[in-house]
């Protein structure tokens, strides 16, 4: 994987994946990683190398915590962590990932009181807000 320096995207959604291999560091130019339907525990800390990074769907898989290194994703605009099993996020992801519009954590035993009192929520809420109006003003009738 770590050859594919110059890919945009990678979709490796149901594969029984159990672990991604930690060269995936070396794909700075990826915008979107799919890792849904999969078997994985945990995300790499080198993922947090992926500097474009602006669209990470994680879904329906076995993830108890992210990385430390996610903060790291200052492109990051959305966030899929659905169905897995989320006790915790990195304390200053949402402060530090300014850029984070969408963050989804249904099904994970995570509390909303937990998430709400992170440190930079309210800025996510206005960002949350701004990409809720962007939504409804493409919508068609």
Same mark, same amino acid.
Request: glycine share 4%; aromatic share 12%.
């Given at each position: 994987m770590g050859q594919l320096?110059?890919?945009?995207?990678?979709?490796?959604s149901g594969n029984m994946l159990l672990s991604l291999p930690e060269t995936i560091d070396s794909l700075r130019n990826l915008s979107l990683l799919n890792v849904s339907n999969n078997k994985l525990k945990y995300l790499p800390e080198s993922v947090g190398s992926c500097f474009s990074l602006e669209e990470?769907?994680?879904?329906?898989n076995l993830i108890e915590e992210l990385p430390a290194s996610v903060?790291?994703?200052?492109?990051?605009?959305s966030l899929c962590l659905n169905n897995n099993k989320v006790t915790q996020i990195p304390p200053n992801l949402l402060k530090d990932c300014k850029a984070l519009q969408n963050i989804a954590l249904h099904?994970?035993?995570?509390? $909303?009181?937990? @998430? *709400?009192? $992170?440190?930079? @929520? *309210?800025?996510?809420?206005?960002?949350?807000?701004?990409?809720d109006k962007q939504i409804e003003s493409n919508a068609y009738p």
């Open positions: 320096v110059r890919i945009e995207k990678l979709s490796i990470l769907q994680a879904y329906d903060c790291n994703l200052v492109h990051l605009k099904d994970n035993p995570i509390s $909303m009181d937990q @998430f *709400q009192r $992170m440190e930079g @929520f *309210q800025e996510f809420k206005g960002r949350r807000k701004k990409f």
